[in-house]
Structures are given as structure tokens and as C-alpha cells.
């Protein structure tokens, strides 16, 4: 790596003169923090200063004493920056260089200001979930949303009953775990297995005889002492058959009879054997829709639907996303042993974002953002871009009859009518300080709405006249 590279890496400004204060090298930081907009090299600090285009320098005072000096410094573009100025003697003792780090502090009391915020953010979250009364939480299981509260409510009874339960839902809503609560409700628990049949996994060709069983001989190739089927391992316990609505329909004829008659018959066998087990189905098809298309038999969809259970959508109850998140971040937190939290415009996204893959995916989100975090801040740039874009604002500049017609969502309207007024202020005011006073604003939360609204600070100032 050359030593240009090197210090066009590094995210502090770079500055270095020889022992007259001529400028010999910068780095790029350097002038993103200054917003200085000439060409520098060769020039003498003390011409910047002369020019105004610095108020103090750091460099000179190292010339002067031959010390390591620190100054805050407020450069054109703003900013107000901690400037360290390094002395490099040679052999004999003699000044040749002078070294200015120089660090942002506008970005650092923005980073401090947005730990402070979320910390006290995560607070008034715990607060606010108090104040809507206990989200139902348990090691398995958190919900919100008032229907999904009152079908966790009834669990007790459906576990109880012993009734066929057809649950319906989009993939990764959580039938899977609710078909097992199911189970750890009824007596079943404590005799039986909770055994998963998921029949969209198994190859129709196959699926008689695993979930039957077969007896010895029964097909070439068949073991000899033959095999019990995953039925046979639910005896006394629950059978939860995932994604029913793939189940072959010469396999449905034979579900049905185990429904009705409590006995299965193994694949090639003679006798029927009595079996215990209580069926859990679920489907994320429309099953009423099946049977009309003559895909699914009546009778078996009758028999299966004793106790339907519907389990929305996330989109559909956005409450929910809230708290799960904060119960993924937990166990997550726990379980790679990291301290995280997330900055309230992250949380926004991922309330605003439509999750067609539910609650799993929000789980598998949550546990890569906690994974791959490198500070205690989730912030809305770590999130997966389709996330990050669900919540972005309507940018509107001139506002044309078009725009002044058309209903956009309210945040947007305040995002696009808060960009304007910055974007005015900067132009009037010019240097951050000024501007932030125009607005009736402190400088760091200006500078936090610039970051989040896109506005370029270096961009505005330059194109002022
Ligand atoms: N309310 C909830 N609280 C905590 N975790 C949940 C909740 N709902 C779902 N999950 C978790 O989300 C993941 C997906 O849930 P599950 O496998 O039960 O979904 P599914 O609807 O059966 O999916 P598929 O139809 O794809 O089989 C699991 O890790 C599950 O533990």
C-alpha cells in the first residue's frame, strides 16, 4: 500500500506541511470535513488563514512552540473539528513536518446524540409496553396484536379439547409453533410425541408408506421386519401435518379413514392397527378454493376444519412487529453475547416494511443485524436495502399542481416540507451555526436531519452563489 493510499483511507482529515507550514499532502477526509474548495498544496497555512478560509491553525502553533498542539476549529463547511497538530523532528532535533489529524465533532456529537436518543428511545418503547398492557411473551412466543392475544388466550382450550385443528396462514406467520403449543396444552404432552409431518417435503411416491409405515416386503426393496410410518411415531401424541393441501388425494381417501376410524392400515399390511393421535393441519393454501377445483376432497376438508384458526399476515398487525423485533433482538443479543439497540429510523423501517416472508423473516433479519453489527447502534443504513427503501421519503422539490393535487403519506409531506426549509436556510445563512439558529434548531439535531433527509451540506453551500 503506498502512503497515499494509506492516508486516503483513514476517515480523519490528514494535513501535512513542512516546518514553514507549506501544505505537502492531504487526503481526501480532509477536504470533505474543510469543505476548503481551492487547491491547497504547495500554499502556506498562514495564506489560508489570511484568506478565511480557516479560523486558527493548529500547524502554525506546532511551527511556533515545536509542541504536539490541539485546537477546535470551524472550517467553511461548517463543521467544527478537533485539529491535533504532531511535530516530526529529525535525527538532530530539527522541525521538518508538521501532521494535522483533524476529527469531525459535528459527527461525533451527532453519534453521541443518537446513542443518547435511542437509549432513551428503548426506554419509552419498554414504557410504551407497559402502557398498552403486557405483550403476551414467553420463551417461545411474543405477540401484540389483539386478535393473535385472543387466539394465545383460547390455546388452553384447543390444546384441551382434542379436536382437529386446521390452522391457515402465510408462510413463516408461526403455524408451526402454534401447532406445537397446541400440543404442549393437552394432556398429549406428557404421553405422546409432537411428531411434524411436512407433506409438501416428502415425495408423493414415498409419502404412503412414510407416513403409514409398511409391512415386511411390502415393494421391492422394502425392508424385511418392515417399518412403522411417522403416524405410528404420534401415537398418543399430536400429528402436526404441514401444508396439508399438498397431500396426494388417493392419500386424502386414506387420512380420512384414520380421522374417522382412529386405525391405520401399513402398506401391504392386512390388519389395521388402532391408533391414538390428534391431527394439527396447516396450509397457507385456500383450501375452499381446492375443493371446488376438485383438489382437495369436501369431506376430508369438513373433517379436518373442526377448529379453524387464522393467523394474519405481519403486515396485518404491525403492533406485533414492535415488540418481536425487540424479543428476536434479546435472544439474539444473548446468544452471540452483544449489547445492541436499534436507532428509532431503523425501527421505522422495519414497521414500515410489508414482510412477505413473516415473521421468519424478521427473525433471520434481526439475527444477521445483530450478527453482523460492528457498534451498539442497528442504524437504518445496516438494513437490507429492500427495508431500507420501504420507508423512504417522497422527495419533493418544486411542488407542481401535480404534487399540490396528490395525497402522499403525512410523513412524507413533513419529510419533503422539512427538506425545503433546510435547504432554504443553508442557502440564506450559508455556515451551519447560523442556520441551525435560523431554523430554531441545535446544530446536531440540524445535522441529523441532513443525514437522514440526503441532504448534502458541501453540495448546498457550493452551489450557493
Ligand atoms: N409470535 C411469535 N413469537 C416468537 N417467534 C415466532 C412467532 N411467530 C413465529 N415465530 C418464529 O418464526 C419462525 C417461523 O415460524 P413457523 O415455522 O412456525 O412458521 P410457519 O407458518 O409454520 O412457516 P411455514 O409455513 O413456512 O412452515 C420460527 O422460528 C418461529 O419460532
Known amino acids: 500500500m503506498t502512503f497515499r493510499a494509506m492516508i486516503s483511507s483513514i476517515s480523519d482529515g490528514i494535513y501535512i506541511t513542512d516546518s514553514q507550514g507549506d501544505c505537502l499532502a492531504h487526503n481526501e477526509a480532509f477536504l470533505r470535513i474543510t469543505g476548503i474548495p481551492i487547491n491547497i498544496l504547495g500554499r502556506n497555512v498562514s495564506t489560508l488563514i489570511d484568506d478565511n478560509l480557516i479560523s486558527d491553525s493548529a500547524t502554525i502553533e506546532v511551527i511556533r512552540s515545536g509542541q504536539r498542539t490541539s485546537k477546535i476549529i470551524i472550517y467553511p463547511s461548517g463543521c467544527e473539528a478537533l485539529v491535533t497538530g504532531n511535530p516530526v523532528f529529525d535525527k538532530d532535533g530539527k522541525l521538518i513536518n508538521v501532521v494535522c489529524e483533524v476529527r469531525d465533532l459535528s459527527e461525533l456529537n451527532t453519534l453521541k446524540d443518537e446513542l443518547k436518543r435511542s437509549k432513551q428511545l428503548n426506554k419509552q418503547y419498554r414504557e410504551i409496553l407497559k402502557n398498552y398492557g403486557p405483550a403476551v411473551s414467553t420463551e417461545v412466543v411474543t405477540v401484540r396484536d389483539p386478535k393473535m392475544q385472543s387466539m394465545l388466550d383460547a390455546l388452553p382450550r384447543i390444546g384441551d379439547s382434542d379436536a382437529t385443528v386446521l390452522i391457515n ?204 453489527s460492528q457498534t451498539g447502534l442497528i442504524e437504518k443504513a445496516d438494513l437490507p436495502e429492500k427495508i431500507r427503501q420501504a420507508s423512504e421519503v417522497v422527495v419533493l422539490t418544486v411542488p407542481s399542481s401535480e404534487n399540490n393535487r396528490k395525497v402522499i403519506p403525512l410523513r412524507a409531506a413533513v419529510a419533503a416540507t422539512e427538506r425545503q426549509w433546510i435547504e432554504r436556510a443553508f442557502q440564506q445563512n450559508k455556515q451551519l451555526g447560523p442556520t441551525a439558529q435560523a431554523l430554531g434548531i441545535d446544530i446536531s439535531t440540524l445535522l441529523r436531519k441532513c443525514k437522514r433527509l440526503g441532504i448534502r451540506r458541501t453540495a448546498t453551500l457550493a452551489e450557493m452563489p
Open 169 to 372: 396462514g402465510e408462510s413463516g406467520v408461526g403455524k408451526g409453533l402454534i401447532a406445537s403449543l397446541i400440543h404442549e396444552h393437552s394432556s398429549r404432552s406428557t404421553k405422546g410425541k409432537f411428531i411434524k409431518v411436512d407433506c409438501s417435503a416428502i415425495p408423493s411416491s414415498l409419502m404412503e408408506s412414510e407416513l403409514f409405515g409398511y409391512e415386511g416386503g411390502a415393494f421391492t426393496g422394502a425392508k424385511r421386519e418392515g417399518k412403522p410410518g411417522l403416524l405410528d411415531q404420534a401415537n398418543h401424541g399430536t400429528a402436526f401435518m404441514d401444508e396439508i393441501g399438498e397431500l396426494p388425494l388417493f392419500l386424502q381417501v386414506k387420512l380420512l379413514s384414520v380421522l374417522q376410524d382412529h386405525k391405520i392400515l401399513r402398506v401391504g399390511g392386512t390388519t389395521p392397527r388402532s391408533m391414538d393421535i390428534r391431527f394439527v393441519c396447516a396450509t397457507n393454501r385456500d383450501l375452499e378454493k381446492m375443493v371446488d377445483e376438485g383438489t382437495f376432497r369436501k369431506d376430508l376438508y369438513y373433517r379436518l376444519n373442526v377448529i379453524p384458526v387464522g393467523i394474519p399476515p405481519l403486515r396485518e398487525r404491525k403492533e406485533d412487529i414492535f415488540v418481536l423485533t425487540l424479543s428476536f433482538l434479546d435472544k439474539f443479543c444473548k446468544k452471540y453475547h452483544r449489547n445492541l439497540s436499534f436507532v428509532p429510523e431503523a425501527m421505522d423501517c422495519l414497521y414500515e416494511y410489508s414482510w412477505p416472508g413473516n415473521v421468519r423473516e424478521l427473525e433471520n433479519v434481526v439475527e444477521r443485524l445483530v450478527v453482523l
